[in-house]
């Protein structure tokens, strides 16, 4: 089975696609003067973005993992943004952990895999 990869740089690729899934690397906002609100929605754009170009959706996330800066500070206002952003009935397997980031002013990273359609089903 071919291995498809989308923005490759030197380091890692956005996405790579193979055997039926999509493996998104961390997205993060790319203004990180906003608040965690801000960042969690500019996150999640850049998310659906690559699954549109990958060829599925959010609504075939299969997992998630959410790393914050500050889990105690950031956690309701990320999943405020979370919850209206996902479809429901289609929420992933989730995990959320505190991280130390590679910038003080990233808030939020998410890294999350998804299924492809021909393999999982009609497209909700």
Avoid at 4 to 27: C, D, K, M, W
Avoid at 42 to 58: C, P, V, Y
Avoid at 63 to 83: F, P, Q, R
């Amino acid at each position: 089975m071919p291995i498809r990869r989308l923005h490759t740089e030197t380091r890692y690729s956005e996405a790579v696609i193979h055997n039926g899934a999509v493996y998104l690397s961390g997205q993060l906002a790319d203004d990180l003067t906003g608040d965690i609100r801000e960042q969690t929605r500019e996150t999640l754009s850049s998310i659906e973005r690559l699954l549109d170009e990958a060829g599925t959706s959010k609504t075939r996330l299969l997992s998630a993992t959410i790393h914050l800066k500050d889990i105690a500070a950031d956690y309701t206002g990320m999943n405020e943004v979370w919850d209206a952003w996902i479809t429901p009935g289609t929420a992933p397997a989730r995990t959320t952990v505190q991280a130390l980031m590679y910038s003080p002013d990233v808030r939020v990273e998410i890294t999350v895999v998804a299924a492809m359609p021909d393999l999982a089903g009609p497209v909700l």
